[in-house]
């Protein structure tokens, strides 16, 4: 069975640094994008970044600059750094990989989350 492990969670001050890891197994075919997602109480789950099987990579408008996506495809894992974190940053993170089965079919698998609480 396919099982994502996500760790790096935590509660750190305002300007502090997190780095999020996601480690992916039981997968049997190729993988193509992978990212991380986020939910705030009340609000709706939203892309954070993400990076492709081609390197390409595609930030949340609000992290840019602070946040930094990276995979490494030998060992099925991808990371996110979080650097001058903020208050709205708070949110649980999700860690989701996009598995292709065909060229015309894929599947999204989603970690459990993480919590990120950023005070002050």
């Known amino acids: 069975q396919v099982q994502l492990v996500e760790s790096g969670g935590g509660l750190v001050q305002a300007g502090g640094s997190l780095r999020l890891s996601c480690a992916a197994s039981?997968?049997?075919?190729?993988?193509?994008?992978m990212g991380w997602y986020r939910q705030a109480p009340g609000q709706q789950r939203e892309l954070v970044a993400q990076?492709?099987?081609?390197?390409?990579?595609k930030y949340l408008d609000s992290v840019k600059g602070r946040f930094t996506i990276s995979r490494d495809n030998a060992k099925n894992t991808v990371s996110l750094q979080m650097n001058s974190l903020k208050p709205e940053d708070t949110a649980v993170y999700y860690c989701?990989?996009?598995?292709?089965?065909?060229?015309?079919?894929?599947?999204?698998?989603w970690g459990q989350g993480t919590q990120v609480t950023v005070s002050s």
């Open positions: 989701k990989i996009t598995v292709l089965i065909t060229t015309l079919q894929s599947r999204d698998y």
């Open positions: 039981g997968i049997r075919f190729s993988i193509d994008a």
């Open positions: 990076v492709t099987s081609g390197g390409v990579t």
